[in-house]
């Protein structure tokens, strides 16, 4: 047993164990506690989603910056609409498929969004942001 553990340990998935251990251990550092969310955070909320065009919203690493990409068909053009929720248009991002788009900080709030290709709704949803 000691053999086949010394040759786990010193073979090649010896670096795995490494990346787990710290996350393990930053995972143990929160227990009993919610997990921090930064003061800027963004939610989203997908009412329609399309299995053809799968689109992703996300996050860069500063929690300010919202992602926007699509794997989708090639060739086409997405676009992406973001709403406050009086219906005027805040940010429009046009992206071919699987491109990223960057969108600007956005003021707190709660919004609508959706995603178009050749004027047919692919997505829509809401984002909150605090």
């Not at 090639?74 to 973001?82: A, N």
């Not at 699987?98 to 003021?107: D, F």
């Given at each position: 047993?000691?053999?086949?553990?010394?040759?786990?340990?010193?073979?090649?998935?010896?670096?795995?164990?490494?990346?787990?251990?710290?996350?393990?251990?930053?995972?143990?550092?929160?227990?009993?506690?919610?997990?921090?969310?930064?003061?800027?955070?963004?939610?989203?909320?997908?009412?329609?989603?399309?299995?053809?065009?799968?689109?992703?919203?996300?996050?860069?690493?500063?929690?300010?910056?919202?992602?926007?990409?699509?794997?989708?068909?090639?060739?086409?053009?997405?676009?992406?609409?973001?709403?406050?929720?009086?219906?005027?248009l805040?940010?429009?991002?046009?992206?071919?498929?699987?491109?990223?788009?960057?969108?600007?900080?956005?003021s707190?709030?709660?919004?609508?969004?959706?995603?178009?290709?050749?004027?047919?709704?692919?997505?829509?949803?809401?984002?909150?942001?605090?």
């Amino acid at each position: 047993m000691k053999k086949t553990i010394h040759t786990t340990l010193t073979g090649k998935i010896r670096g795995f164990f490494l990346p787990l251990a710290l996350l393990t251990i930053s995972l143990a550092s929160y227990a009993g506690r919610p997990y921090p969310v930064p003061n800027n955070a963004i939610m989203i909320t997908k009412n329609l989603n399309n299995k053809k065009h799968k689109v992703r919203l996300f996050t860069a690493s500063d929690y300010k910056t919202l992602l926007f990409t699509v794997d989708g068909v090639d060739g086409k053009k997405y676009t992406l609409f973001v709403f406050d929720l009086d219906g005027k248009l805040v940010i429009q991002s046009a992206i071919q498929n699987r491109e990223t788009g960057i969108l600007p900080e956005i003021s707190a709030g709660a919004y609508l969004y959706e995603v178009l290709v050749d004027d047919t709704r692919v997505e829509t949803g809401e984002l909150k942001i605090k």
